[in-house]
């Protein structure tokens, strides 16, 4: 009889976000309305929740308070280590966001020929630089670019002034924090072709990848290493793109897709798709 034999699952890249800074394109008065905290959780809950990495925090009031139990572990109070030092695990990829460009206003124009009324619009943007670092060669391994904004329709109000309600801010952080996720699994675990079978193939993305029913993606060969004469940093592959594929069905782990006509003879196992 015979045992099907399965591959040890491997161990998640390890992911810190660090509180973002502020660039110098973000005015005095934008200062009093970024919440750098909100942005930070945000970044952690997307992460988290993409479950492709394994998150640890490096916010100071959550060092402090482990900190503060691994001394209270070496005390005569516990049986056990569950808090010992030495223990916290370190980041594979740390994640360095700046805040390039913030605007959070409100405008407010009187209505003609009323007294007191005003036509109120809020609007605003959020613009975040975060630069992806391998701890363990201390280089940069991309750099994401995001950006969102929001703006309401016009409001009649009985007055003028005031700032937008803060659950604007914390759409825009959700948004800028599921594009950097999005773009972080793309460099670390780049979107590969699982399997091919007649017009038929697999990708492993799933409902976590953005993907959508009817989205065209390009399918490209990797080609040989590209070193750099002068430091001999090896810049990557040159890719060769092959086909298209066109998303039939997303499932939450893995995705389907059709191959484009006249292609299906090239596409194999391991070609790596892009949007």
Do not use: C
Not at 163 to 189: C, E, G, R, W
Not at 232 to 240: P, R
């Amino acid at each position: 009889m015979s045992i099907a034999a399965y591959a040890a699952p491997r161990a998640k890249p390890v992911v810190a976000v660090k509180t973002a800074k502020i660039g110098d394109g973000v005015s005095k008065y934008g200062k009093k309305y970024l919440n750098l905290g909100t942005i930070l959780d945000e970044m952690e809950a997307s992460i988290q929740k993409n479950r492709k990495f394994t998150l640890v925090s490096r916010k100071k009031d959550v060092l402090s308070d482990i900190r503060e139990e691994q001394e209270f572990a070496k005390s005569d109070l516990t049986a056990g280590n569950a808090a010992a030092e030495g223990q916290i695990k370190n980041a594979n990829f740390l994640i360095l966001p700046t805040v390039q460009d913030f605007k959070f206003y409100r405008s407010s124009t009187p209505v003609p020929n009323l007294d007191s009324k005003y036509i109120r619009v809020d609007s605003g943007m959020l613009e975040v630089n975060a630069q992806i670092i391998d701890t363990a060669t201390g280089g940069i391994k991309t750099t994401f670019y995001l950006k969102a904004s929001f703006g309401t329709k016009k409001q009649v109000v009985n007055s003028r002034g005031g700032v937008p309600n803060s659950v604007h801010f914390t759409k825009m952080a959700k948004k800028i924090a599921a594009q950097m996720t999005d773009q972080l699994v793309d460099a670390v675990y780049p979107m590969k072709i699982l399997n091919v079978k007649g017009s038929q193939v697999w990708i492993n993305r799933g409902k976590d990848g953005g993907l959508k029913k009817g989205d065209v993606l390009k399918v490209f060969r990797p080609g040989i290493e590209l070193i750099d004469p002068d430091t001999g940093e090896n810049l990557g592959s040159a890719e060769e793109e092959i086909g298209k594929i066109k998303v039939t069905r997303v499932n939450p782990k893995f995705t389907t897709a059709e191959v484009a006509k006249g292609t299906e003879e090239i596409i194999e196992k391991g070609d790596i798709v892009r949007e």
